[in-house]
């Protein structure tokens, strides 16, 4: 099986933008969560979706935002972009259901903000 | 709050030697526990997981930790460190009714020693 893409691998933008990043699950998972990793924070829970419904959501303000599709890729959309969104936004997905499943993480996309 | 702690930000081993990685975790209960590795510039490798049942667990590359409920921790050890160790080591709970939701503790990088 193909494992999680992400794509672009690597952005870089202006404050104020906005910017969307694209992750495709491993074929048949319907979990989609996506994290920020960066130096200072570590790795943060941005949001889980499942079955195209946000299931879970961390502390982020609501310029993070994201969906799922029917075929359970998910996008994440960062709007008025700040610095400190630069940072590598990593997408995992897993198969429906609790927490012991095992989430699967792809290569992630670099964001710059300059 | 619930939060988990990796106290060690940074260890340099040789290589042959052991090696141990601490990890602990605040919960009211038991969660369910992980260990994944990081490469530079990649995603995150699951090296193993404990639910239940035995306390000792066997991962992937010749890892294993031990869960220790009076201690709260999920201690990850190699008995012998080869150089493509090296890479940051992060341990990670999810809750039963979060299932997509990983908090990651600040990680450990390690370094190894010719």
């Known amino acids: 099986k193909a494992g999680v893409t992400q794509t672009p691998r690597y952005l870089i933008k202006t404050r104020g933008q906005q910017v969307t990043l694209s992750c495709s699950p491993i074929s048949g998972h319907r979990s989609v969560s996506w994290y920020q990793q960066t130096p200072g924070q570590g790795l943060q829970f941005l949001f889980e979706y499942f079955s195209e419904t946000q299931r879970n959501k961390g502390n982020f303000p609501g310029r993070f935002s994201g969906r799922q599709f029917s075929n359970s890729r998910s996008e994440?959309?960062?709007s008025t972009l700040e610095l400190g969104d630069s940072a590598l936004?990593?997408?995992?997905s897993s198969p429906p259901a609790s927490g012991r499943d095992t989430q699967y993480f792809g290569p992630g996309t670099r964001l710059t903000v300059l | 709050a619930q939060s988990v702690t990796q106290p060690d930000i940074h260890i340099t081993v040789s290589e042959g030697a052991s090696l141990?990685?601490?990890?602990?975790?605040?919960?009211?209960?038991t969660p369910y526990l992980f260990?994944?590795?990081q490469s530079p510039g990649q995603g995150l490798q699951l090296l193993l997981k404990y639910f239940s049942g035995?306390?000792?667990v066997q991962g992937i590359k010749g890892f294993e930790a031990e869960f220790k409920r009076s201690q709260s921790s999920f201690n990850l050890r190699k008995p012998s460190v080869h150089w493509s160790d090296a890479a940051e080591y992060f341990c990670a709970v999810a809750l039963y009714?979060?299932?997509?939701?990983?908090?990651f503790g600040q990680g450990t990088e390690l370094s190894v020693k010719p």
């Open chain 2, 20 to 29: 141990e990685l601490r990890c602990n975790y605040s919960y009211g209960a």
């Open chain 2, 35 to 37: 260990w994944y590795v």
């Open chain 1, 89 to 92: 936004y990593l997408c995992a």
């Open chain 2, 97 to 103: 009714n979060q299932g997509g939701k990983l908090i």
């Open chain 1, 76 to 78: 994440m959309n960062v």
């Open chain 2, 54 to 56: 035995d306390t000792l």
